[in-house]
């Protein structure tokens, strides 16, 4: 109760954030609404007595009475509905832009990867439009209930304290009823395959291409039955359980009309003794049948709550969640070059909630100004040992430097900034072409020319040929007139996203051309080595490049060959292939294969 409480508050909280006079507004309306019916029985009963003692000015203030509050009782709702439905959009909106800048914010990739994460975001994505404003209504009639409720127990016990027992014989009809709707539910579940079967009977008759082989066959009067008794059984399954479910609702709403009209015998038998007037019976007749309502709406507004409280508590978890996962501060500057090189020491690595070393004990150095390939089997640990470079990932063990300096003293958003990066699993972003390549570098997005020149580095130009609009095509088939790409049309997009980054101090490409074939691949690197290399010498960048295709490694300055999250051999090219190890067995088998 606590907890729907606390999530009761924080969605209040939200609302007066978003919009003060809305809530206000609702939050009156939805009270008046709640108040007039039960306001309304006092004056009816004042009306009756009024009328009753020939007091005709009495009787006209009071019948007014009873006008401004059915009016209110059935308009006001109307109107607060107006306010607190907008209040609700926003409020959804408002949790899920927290909801974007929370999951993209956060410095590196594990939420992304622990499954505990993935459920509640799936949790929250089916439950924050239906809790968010479903809970703002179950939240106001909450209070509007607590109002209605107070003001009828305050004029029932005025009459007879004995009549606060009322509430109580709300129950047995609300219990029952939901007994009756699981039964009914049940029996739904249970008559489905049998109706399905019917169902598909009933279909193979209809249907031209089963009808051929029903004559051939003869298979018409037995499927007949079947589909006959098929129906039957799910017929019968449902009518038992609809019979049961009236019987139960039958019960629950009779116990009810007995305290009703007990209740009404009490304060008939005072009016009769002349302690009650007439007008006090027609209140308690009223009031009686409200009481039954206010006990079921606040049941359902409790379940509203309830559902509030659980997608408020799943946003604190990832808040508490993602905030765990802030960078330390930096207190480093970044230099603009890199002078020796990146360096691990001692680097181990298991993905979070696993007990697995994907990366274990890893020495290595990549030099100031080089292209270095890194090779292995799948699942050896190369994308790992990128994502760490990345810093989307914190070493389980070891360190990472730059030029000496450990890599966590930098500021992160710097780091990232001094990246370019084709990954393997690559985003297809659908936007204009040009600013799917551009936001490789938000600066230029704008830059038509840029963005040309990136493509033609990714050799990815070819593509424009095929869109209507060249660069201001729209991309996707989200969109009615969206282009829709193949897989290797997209990954060249993003080769060419990558490429937007005109000298960055560290180039990651993890198999971003798989779509290519070896040649297209081999002249794309050359081409790119040759230009990384002219970068490096002025700025010390580093390209490291996975590649499964030994023709194209065997351009890199170093080559890694990486054996279960180990680097078992390092080397050039000539070098591996002179040690005669893994490499130069695997290369040669690759040659022999391809010729
Ligand atoms: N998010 C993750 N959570 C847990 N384990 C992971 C995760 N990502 C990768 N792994 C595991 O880490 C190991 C190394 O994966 P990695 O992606 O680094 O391999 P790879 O060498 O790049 O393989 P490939 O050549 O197939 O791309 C694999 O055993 C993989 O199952």
């Not at 029932?156 to 009549?163: I, K, T, V």
Request: proline share 3%; charged share 20%; with cysteine.
């Amino acid at each position: 109760m606590i907890d729907v409480v606390r999530g009761g508050w924080e969605l209040f909280a939200l609302s007066w954030r978003e919009s003060r006079y809305r809530l206000v507004l609702s939050v009156v309306l939805m009270i008046a609404q709640a108040a007039a019916m039960p306001l309304a029985a006092p004056a009816l009963a004042a009306l009756t007595d009024a009328a009753l003692a020939g007091d005709a000015r009495g009787a006209t203030a009071a019948a007014a009475l009873v006008a401004v509050a059915v009016v209110a009782a059935l308009t006001a709702g109307h109107f607060a509905h107006i306010f607190y439905f907008e209040l609700g959009d926003r409020a959804v909106l408002r949790l899920e832009r927290e909801l974007i800048v929370l999951s993209n914010g956060s410095a590196g990739l594990e939420h992304h990867e622990r499954p505990e994460y993935a459920d509640k975001l799936q949790v929250l994505r089916q439950e924050l439009h239906r809790a968010a404003w479903g809970s703002m209504e179950g939240l106001l009639n909450s209070l509007g209930l607590l109002v209605a409720i107070s003001i009828t127990a305050v004029l029932l016990a005025r009459l007879n304290p004995l009549l606060l027992l009322l509430p109580l014989a709300a129950a047995p009809p609300l219990l029952l009823g939901r007994r009756a709707e699981s039964i009914v539910n049940a029996a739904r579940e249970r008559a489905a395959p049998p109706s399905r079967h019917a169902r598909h009977m009933f279909g193979l008759f209809g249907n031209a291409a089963s009808a051929k082989e029903l004559r051939v066959g003869g298979l018409g009067p037995g499927f007949r039955i079947r589909q006959r008794h098929a129906w039957d059984s799910a017929s019968e399954k449902l009518w038992n359980g609809e019979r049961r479910a009236v019987l139960l609702r039958t019960t629950g709403q009779l116990i009810f009309a007995v305290s009703y009209v007990l209740a009404t015998l009490l304060v008939v038998r005072d009016a009769v003794a002349g302690r009650h007037s007439v007008g006090d019976v027609l209140l308690v007749l009223t009031l009686a049948g409200q009481v039954n309502q206010q006990v079921a709406s606040a049941v359902s507004a409790l379940q509203e709550m309830q559902r509030t409280t659980r997608v408020m508590s799943t946003m604190r978890w990832v808040r508490a969640l993602l905030a765990g996962m802030e960078p330390p501060p930096p207190d480093r500057e970044l230099p603009d070059r890199i002078r020796h090189g990146i360096e691990l020491r001692g680097v181990s690595f298991a993905y979070p909630g696993t007990d697995r070393a994907v990366l274990a004990d890893v020495d290595l150095t990549l030099p100031a100004g080089t292209t270095v390939a890194i090779v292995g089997e799948n699942g050896a640990g190369k994308t790992t040992l990128i994502k760490l470079l990345c810093r989307f990932y914190q070493a389980t063990t070891g360190v990472m430097t730059l030029d000496g300096t450990d890599l966590t003293r930098f500021d992160l958003a710097r780091w990232r900034a001094c990246i370019a990066a084709g990954f393997q699993d690559f985003a297809r972003f659908e936007l204009l072409a040009r600013e799917s390549v551009g936001v490789g570098e938000l600066a230029d997005i704008k830059s038509t020319e840029d963005v040309r020149k990136a493509l033609r580095r990714a050799r990815a130009e070819d593509i424009l040929d095929r869109l209507d609009n060249g660069l201001e095509t729209q991309l996707g088939k989200s969109y009615a007139d969206g282009a829709e790409l193949s897989g290797g049309q997209w990954q060249k997009l993003a080769l060419g996203r990558a490429m937007m980054r005109q000298a960055p101090l560290l180039l990651v490409l993890d198999e971003p051309t798989s779509a290519l074939d070896a040649q297209a691949e081999h002249e794309l690197f050359e081409q790119y080595a040759a230009g990384a290399r002219r970068v490096g010498q002025r700025t010390g960048a580093i390209t490291v490049l996975v590649s499964h295709r030994f023709s194209t490694v065997r351009m890199a300055d170093l080559i890694l060959v990486v054996a279960d999250g180990r680097i078992k051999e390092r080397g050039s090219h000539d070098e591996l292939m002179a040690a005669g190890g893994l490499y130069a067995e695997l290369y040669g088998m690759q040659s022999a294969a391809y010729a």
